[in-house]
């Protein structure tokens, strides 16, 4: 279920976004789900489909969903690719964390300011 909340600071177009890669992420949305059309989810959730189309954009550009054409979007199985990638990629940091000396508080933050400054946003 999305719920878009008006009084958030947080545009709704990275609502949705956010909550769809929260979905596809923890398995509710399986790879191969059929998602909803743009002009079907934006009058559902009372949004402009310009709204939906850039969220859909953004989760096409990340890998989590993939549009075929008139077919639809649907949940894509690079999303799984993703993180798997992601997965190498810490273990990475975390080596390199150590062959420093760096602590595991320090490292986290290191993340973080590391996130913050990419503009990734925690689905």
Do not use: H
Not at 87 to 94: D, I
Request: no cysteine.
């Amino acid at each position: 279920m999305i719920v878009i909340d008006s009084a958030s600071p947080v545009p709704p177009f990275e609502q949705l976004r956010a909550q769809l890669a929260r979905q596809i992420q923890d398995r509710t949305l399986a790879v191969g789900t059929q998602l909803p059309t743009i002009r079907r989810l934006a009058a559902d959730l009372g949004l402009a489909v310009n709204t939906v189309g850039r969220a859909y954009r953004a989760l096409e550009e990340a890998g989590l969903i993939e549009t075929r054409g008139r077919a639809g979007s649907f949940v894509s199985a690079a999303g799984e690719q993703g993180r798997e990638r992601a997965y190498r990629a810490a273990a990475e940091y975390a080596a390199v964390i150590a062959s420093v000396g760096i602590d595991t508080p320090e490292a986290v933050r290191i993340v973080q300011a590391a996130l913050a400054n990419s503009g990734a946003a925690t689905p």
